[in-house]
């Protein structure tokens, strides 16, 4: 079994900065991939960053510049530094990771952490 378990989720006023940790217990999995996802109230789930074990990054559009996604893999933990944060970055934040085929077909997430950008 495997926990991801996020932490650093807060109230930031606009322009602003927060680290987001997620950190991966039990059984010991190199993950494929770790990302995070954010959910706002009325809306879909949406990727906003991912790192694959090898340290290939992507982000979303609207991230792009302002938050840096990167992983401890000694320590099988996940990072979101986000920077310059709007009140539209507001939303909870999950983290997601990939597990080879041969572990699980289905992704790990973890229970989330809220995000709160307001003056």
């Known amino acids: 079994q495997v926990q991801l378990v996020e932490s650093g989720g807060d109230l930031v006023q606009p322009g602003g900065s927060l680290r987001l940790s997620c950190a991966a217990s039990?059984?010991?999995?190199?993950?494929?991939?770790m990302g995070w996802y954010r959910q706002a109230p009325g809306k879909e789930r949406e990727l906003v960053a991912r790192?694959?074990?090898?340290?290939?990054?992507n982000y979303a559009d609207s991230v792009k510049g302002r938050f840096t996604i990167s992983r401890d893999n000694a320590k099988n933990t996940a990072y979101l530094q986000m920077n310059s944060l709007k009140p539209e970055d507001t939303a909870v934040y999950y983290c997601?990771?990939?597990?080879?085929?041969?572990?699980?077909?289905?992704?790990?997430w973890g229970q989330g952490t809220q995000v709160t950008v307001s003056s």
């Open positions: 790192i694959t074990i090898g340290g290939r990054t």
């Open positions: 039990g059984r010991r999995i190199s993950f494929n991939a």
């Open positions: 997601n990771a990939e597990p080879p085929a041969y572990v699980s077909r289905d992704n790990y």
